[in-house]
């Protein structure tokens, strides 16, 4: 069965240090790929999308995720993280030809004065 | 322009009564999603619409479980004989090309319905 596995439930960081918050699915066929935030008290929102073309996609607020078809991946990395950044981050994955969107448990980042 | 509403914020009903939630996708957005989001997990999906036409409810967790889609606009997913595991926040999206056309993929959601069966 398709599934998206988000490795960590919760990401407690320290404000302006480095984040990574993982994304594995489980299958290596062709696929859309997604993260959505939620900001609390806020609706779901689209963050970034890899379609095709370059692996590595680019959010306007400094996130980047990079897509690796041989591991499956499609982890969300932020250099520096600010307080505002705490959220709620889906991934999400849909497999080409299709219409269903898998979404993953959600990693929630704390960020720390 | 508007973005996806959803209706009612807020439902709390008593366990074997029926309830109707409401999805207003953004104008001219042909596909319409619709999700469950438990206290901790993810987004389960369950049901698609393209046009007025629902290609998969597999997604649908039992035959108390039912979705409309008029006009290619408005839609209402039906809940009959509620249960207390119903309890969760239901998620519409919509997006603005189909699957078919291929070029845009995302979605858009709408702030959910908190459904509560007591």
């Known amino acids: 069965a398709q599934s998206v596995t988000q490795l960590d439930s919760q990401v407690p960081v320290f404000e302006e240090a480095p984040v990574e918050l993982r994304c594995n699915y489980s299958?290596?066929?062709?696929?859309?790929l997604f993260w959505y935030v939620q900001y609390p008290n806020q609706g779901l929102q689209l963050l970034l999308k890899?379609?095709?073309?370059?692996?590595l996609v680019e959010s306007i607020n400094g996130f980047e995720a990079e897509f690796n078809k041989s591991q499956t991946s499609f982890h969300l990395r932020k250099p520096s993280v600010h307080i505002s950044d705490t959220a709620e981050y889906f991934c999400?994955?849909?497999?080409?030809?299709?219409?269903?969107?898998?979404f993953g448990a959600g990693t929630r980042l704390f960020v720390k004065a | 322009g508007a973005g996806v509403s959803q209706s009612p914020s807020n439902k709390v009903t008593e366990k074997g009564k029926d309830v109707e939630l409401r999805c207003d996708p953004i104008?001219?957005?042909?596909?319409l999603y619709w999700y469950r989001q438990s206290l901790g997990q993810g987004l389960e999906f369950l049901i698609y619409?393209?046009?007025?036409?629902?290609?998969?409810k597999s997604g649908l967790p039992s035959d108390r479980f039912s979705a409309e889609r008029t006009g290619g606009s408005v839609s209402t997913l039906t809940i009959q004989r509620t249960q207390q595991e119903d309890s969760a926040v239901y998620l519409c999206?919509?997006?603005?090309?189909?699957?078919?056309?291929?070029?845009?993929?995302?979605?858009?959601f709408g702030p959910g319905t908190r459904l509560t069966v007591t």
């Open positions: 999400a994955v849909t497999y080409t030809g299709g219409f269903k969107t898998i």
């Open positions: 619409f393209q046009g007025n036409s629902a290609p998969d």
């Open positions: 890899y379609l095709s073309g370059s692996t």
């Open positions: 299958s290596s066929v062709s696929v859309y």
């Open positions: 104008s001219g957005h042909t596909a």
């Open positions: 999206a919509s997006s603005p090309r189909s699957w078919l056309a291929g070029s845009s993929y995302e979605q858009y």
